[in-house]
């Protein structure tokens, strides 16, 4: 899979920049990531059930390794659930890139199977107040 569009860039990360805006001092960018992906998890598991999230999840940790191969130290639970394998110990602007490339593949695989149309109604239902125009 080609890397995401420039609009599904754009949702990542500013359903990132949503989460950071709630996180405290001490949480990193790779754990909104987890934050996003759990609220998108919650949505989709209705639509498409939880192994079917699971499989996407890890189709979307598996095209971002290739991209930033620190993310080998993740992988994601049975449940559908990003988890760090060991201490995600990279510098701040590595966690940042993890965050958002791991998020533009999730969306960009949900557009894939589901269409834009459904991926934006369900980030939508998850941040209900976050404005996901250009």
Known sequence: MNRPSESVRTWARRLLAVEAANQSASE???????R???KLRLSLTLFVGADGFTALL?????????DVPSLQNMNVTADGRLKA??????????????ATVITEYLLGLLV??????????????AWPETSLEE
Do not use: P
């Not at 990193?28 to 987890?34: C, L, R, S």
């Not at 894939?112 to 239902?125: A, H, P, W, Y």
């Open 28 to 34: 990193t960018q790779i754990q909104e990531a987890v």
């Open 36 to 38: 996003v992906s759990e």
């Open 58 to 66: 890890r189709r979307a940790l598996a095209l971002a390794r290739a």
């Open 85 to 98: 394998m060991t201490e995600f110990a990279t510098g701040a602007g590595m966690d940042i890139e993890a």
């Open 112 to 125: 894939t199977f589901v269409g834009e149309s459904l991926t934006i109604r369900l980030m939508r239902d």
